[in-house]
């Protein structure tokens, strides 16, 4: 083999090379990466007890596109709660048992929301949708209780695109 079809053969293997590596990343490492650093901001939210008189429906933790536009990653924890207590009494609870460092939000599905933009859920997080118009209604669900980190680097995510 000459210099010019070896110097061929070195190209092919190194174009072949950065396209594997950078599909593998792609589909498998970075999710992986996003899925550990999920688990760890979900877990702060999810650990802390549930107060009296209240009743975990169901539970999200997502990474991916939920909000607005392409090319970045959201991070989301959820709680679907159906709950007696007073808006004011489960807020302060959550307030002071909480441990996170994400900001609380707590949708309220019975109340009322000014007409608009978002009005079909107010929460703009497309993940939501279903809890907000559906399940919430079927469940008797009264409080989605979520944290969410939104606009992260997508860092080469297929989930974030």
Same mark, same amino acid.
């Given at each position: 083999?000459? $210099?010019r079809e070896f110097?061929?053969?070195?190209?092919?293997?190194?174009?072949?090379? +950065?396209?594997? *590596?950078?599909?593998?990343?792609?589909?498998?490492?970075?999710?992986?990466?996003?899925?550990?650093?999920?688990?760890?901001?979900?877990?702060?939210l999810f650990s802390t007890p549930l107060?009296?008189?209240?009743?975990?429906?169901?539970?999200?933790? $997502?990474v991916g596109l939920q909000s607005g536009n392409s090319d970045h990653c959201?991070?989301? +924890?959820?709680? *679907?709660l159906k709950t007696a207590l007073s808006k004011s009494d489960i807020e302060k609870y959550y307030e002071n048992n909480y441990?996170?460092?994400?900001?609380?939000?707590?949708?309220w599905v019975n109340e009322l929301y000014v007409p608009g933009i978002g009005v079909v859920n107010p929460t703009n997080i497309f993940t939501l949708d279903d809890w907000v118009n559906n399940k919430s209604k079927i469940s008797g669900a009264n409080?989605?209780?979520?944290?969410?980190?939104?606009?992260?680097?997508?860092?080469?995510?297929f989930r974030c695109s």
């Open positions: 083999m000459g $210099k110097l061929i053969v070195i190209i092919a293997v190194t174009i072949v090379g +950065a396209v594997t *590596l950078y599909v593998t990343s792609f589909l498998w490492f970075f999710p992986h990466l996003h899925d550990k650093t999920l688990n760890v901001f979900s877990q702060r107060p009296e008189n209240t009743q975990e429906i169901e539970r999200i933790n $997502k959201d991070y989301l +924890a959820a709680l *679907l441990k996170g460092d994400s900001q609380l939000h707590f949708y409080l989605i209780l979520f944290i969410f980190e939104g606009a992260m680097t997508s860092a080469f995510d």
